[in-house]
């Protein structure tokens, strides 16, 4: 199994109404298996129930990524473990693993995907090819993981792909890590960095390393245009005739830039189409065109005036990365509203990743405070501090080395940014611990029935004392009573005492019931009378798939067997129990003669039934019962009439059950009515 469940029912007790409850103390474990297949769908029932209440929901989630959405501000996007950007198969026509590039509910993506190297013999790239297939050079080699915060931005995701997961194969390794914030003016944007390693023993000159992007703007990208600008360093794709459509783009942060601009389509003037196939050679005069050379293509789209389906390779090179060395580069992908929103886009990413980032780090306290008790943190490293109560984004709410804290209940940690520029460094955490801390977790209600428990916790301390004189930091309740907790931090010299807590417990109801005397027959009524005290609702479960919610409740078994019979029941202060019983199902027809019992046609095809009746006993009435032991029909019998016409055109078509008795008992028939 992909996922093994060890701890798998809490019983929190008693929810009052609009209430909410945790089960930090109590929670539901499982275990992934090491050898689960890359993005399993892991699909876990919850189900819920409270005497005669049920219910259910499903969760799902996806066990060993291989790809993780990035949608923290609004540029929405996905990061592969193999390089692609967006969507990790776009061979795949559902496109379920990964969103594309989605920018204000706008779908801006068909394929993206990285070509590196030093020449089109020695190509590395996960981009379309010949023939209508997709290159794919890359494999992972250390795991897609996520944090949030991240270390430098909002979010980031990272691992490391190769062109091979063995080493001595391995000719480029890349780091990748993506960077978001999701406060403006910095979220339309998301930034991209590699760490380029060279592996092997020679160097690798004349490097080149960059993004390929069909962008669909309008409809199937038919009428886009791409351009470049060179002062962002910003090659875009638009809507060629109208303004109604969005901008993307991508940008170099850091080298040499390059840019390629590409007509998908092959038309005159083009130098090559890529619909058809985009070859080795084609890939590498893309991605090694630099800004300067002479071999770059600034504008696609521009052939005619309602644009062309285009696409562009954004690049930085030529690199020189010697043997064992390692080299950091980094884009950003952008969305916008117009060209003048992308350029500002473009600016504000230029200046968060190669000054805000760059910028030295100030460095701050982490103190111990009691309860309730105010503290002074200091930071240091920088002339002009700013203080913050976020780790990006926000306002800040001081400016100076040092802050003096109000009277905290909980551990608290602050952000502190070095502001001697115009741009400020990323942000470090300064932290107040609140040692002592009285405050008393529960698992679930504290009102309780009879023979339920809570537990009642408290953060670890020197010293802990309950008021029943336990010692330990988590205790059980099984009774009614007020709880409180001293507790001690002996280096601050803190003791505290916690609020009272009162735990009420309340009465169980009694289930209880009684079954028909006699013998059980299938086809044949059973009386379930209800013996409960204190009950006020009932739930009847029939072990058959059926059950009842009345206080007493008759149900007709078809199959001979035994059935578990349980009657939950719900007293008004919401307190339940539950009783069981199996019980032994026979046959229900009896020879009580040896004259003829008999009932046809069967199966029933007109609307009557001639019913045969033994002579001789003493019958007092014809009954009809469907499969649920509902009675559908009764007719009183004559002794002198031993044959029975019996009116059923009135009846649906199904099973039912012909019952005649006698002071001696009864005679039962299952029918068929199929006409």
């Given at each position: ?291 300067g050379s002479g071999h770059e293509r600034l504008q696609a789209g521009v052939l005619n005036s309602t644009g062309n389906d285009v696409s562009h390779v954004v690049s930085t090179g030529p690199l020189n990365i010697a043997a064992g060395q390692t080299v950091k580069i980094a884009f950003a992908l952008h969305a916008a509203a117009n060209l003048s929103d992308l350029q500002n886009s473009a600016r504000y990413a230029d200046s968060v990743y190669n000054y805000t980032l760059k910028a030295v780090k100030p460095v701050g306290d982490s103190v111990g405070t009691c309860y309730k008790s105010s503290t002074t943190l200091h930071a240091s490293g920088a002339s002009k ?41 990323v942000r470090t955490p300064v932290k107040a611990t609140v040692v002592a801390n009285p405050k008393v977790s529960k698992s679930g209600s504290t009102t309780l029935c009879q023979g339920d428990s809570i537990k009642l916790s408290v953060a670890k301390a020197d010293d802990i004392l309950w008021n029943t004189g336990e010692k330990t930091s988590t205790i059980q309740v099984k009774k009614a009573g007020k709880h409180a907790v001293q507790v001690k931090n002996n280096a601050l010299s803190c003791v505290t005492k916690s609020d009272t807590l009162v735990v009420t417990v309340n009465p169980k109801p009694k289930a209880n019931f009684s079954t028909s005397s006699g ?157």
């Amino acid at each position: 199994a992909v996922v093994t469940l060890s701890k798998s029912q809490i019983n929190p007790g008693i929810i009052q109404e609009g209430s909410t409850i945790s089960n930090t103390l109590v929670p539901f474990e499982l275990s992934i298996s090491q050898l689960a297949p890359e993005n399993s769908v892991v699909d876990l029932l919850i189900t819920y129930s409270d005497g005669a209440y049920s219910d259910y929901q499903y969760v799902s989630f996806f066990v060993n990524p291989s790809f993780i959405d990035i949608n923290s501000n609004q540029v929405n996007t996905t990061v592969t473990s193999i390089g692609r950007i967006g969507f990790q198969d776009p061979e795949d026509a559902t496109r379920t693993e990964g969103s594309g590039f989605i920018f204000k509910e706008n779908p801006l993506l068909y394929e993206m995907g990285l070509i590196m190297g030093t020449s089109s013999t020695s190509l590395y790239n996960n981009v379309r090819g010949i023939k209508g297939g997709f290159d794919q050079d890359f494999a992972s080699t250390v795991k897609i993981k996520q944090i949030v915060p991240g270390e430098r931005s909002y979010s980031e995701i990272f691992g490391e792909f190769s062109n091979s997961i063995t080493a001595s194969k391995q000719a480029i390794k890349v780091d990748y890590r993506s960077l978001v914030w999701k406060d403006s003016p910095y979220d339309k944007f998301v930034i991209l960095e590699y760490e380029l390693n060279n592996p092997t023993t020679s160097a690798l000159n004349n490097f080149y390393f960059g993004i390929f992007s069909d962008w669909d703007i309008t409809t199937d990208g038919a009428n886009d245009a791409a351009g470049w600008d060179n002062t962002n360093k910003l090659g875009y794709v638009y809507p060629a005739q109208t303004a109604a459509k969005p901008y993307a783009g991508i940008q170099v942060l850091t080298g040499l830039p390059g840019y390629y601009a590409i007509d998908n389509n092959p038309a005159t003037g083009n130098p090559f189409a890529i619909n058809d196939d985009f070859t080795d050679d084609e890939k590498f005069t893309t991605v090694s065109a630099a800004i300067g050379s002479g071999h770059e293509r600034l504008q696609a789209g521009v052939l005619n005036s309602t644009g062309n389906d285009v696409s562009h390779v954004v690049s930085t090179g030529p690199l020189n990365i010697a043997a064992g060395q390692t080299v950091k580069i980094a884009f950003a992908l952008h969305a916008a509203a117009n060209l003048s929103d992308l350029q500002n886009s473009a600016r504000y990413a230029d200046s968060v990743y190669n000054y805000t980032l760059k910028a030295v780090k100030p460095v701050g306290d982490s103190v111990g405070t009691c309860y309730k008790s105010s503290t002074t943190l200091h930071a240091s490293g920088a002339s002009k501090i700013k203080w913050y109560n976020s780790s990006t984004g926000g306002q800040s709410f001081l400016t100076g080395t040092q802050y003096t804290t109000g009277n905290l209940l909980n551990d608290t940690v602050f952000y502190v940014a070095n502001a001697d520029h115009t741009y400020e460094s990323v942000r470090t955490p300064v932290k107040a611990t609140v040692v002592a801390n009285p405050k008393v977790s529960k698992s679930g209600s504290t009102t309780l029935c009879q023979g339920d428990s809570i537990k009642l916790s408290v953060a670890k301390a020197d010293d802990i004392l309950w008021n029943t004189g336990e010692k330990t930091s988590t205790i059980q309740v099984k009774k009614a009573g007020k709880h409180a907790v001293q507790v001690k931090n002996n280096a601050l010299s803190c003791v505290t005492k916690s609020d009272t807590l009162v735990v009420t417990v309340n009465p169980k109801p009694k289930a209880n019931f009684s079954t028909s005397s006699g013998d059980l027959k299938i086809y044949t009524p059973i009386d379930f009378t209800d013996q409960s005290v204190d009950a006020v609702t009932w739930f009847w479960d029939f072990g058959d798939g059926q059950n009842s919610s009345s206080k007493n409740a008759t149900h007709s078994y078809t199959s001979i067997k035994s059935y578990t019979i349980k009657l939950s029941i719900t007293a008004s202060d919401g307190c339940a129990d539950t009783k069981s019983s199996t019980i032994s199902v026979i046959t229900g027809i009896e020879k009580l003669t040896t004259e003829p019992f008999a009932v046809y046609p069967n199966p029933v095809t007109s609307d009557y039934l001639n019913v045969v009746i033994p002579s001789g006993l003493s019958f007092s009435n014809l009954a009809m019962t469907d499969i649920l032991g509902r009675q559908v029909s009764e007719t009183s019998l004559s002794t002198l009439e031993t044959e029975q016409k019996i009116y059923v055109g009135n009846l649906n078509d199904g099973i039912y059950i012909v019952k005649v008795s006698s002071d001696q008992g009864q005679l039962t028939r299952k029918i068929v009515i199929k006409r």
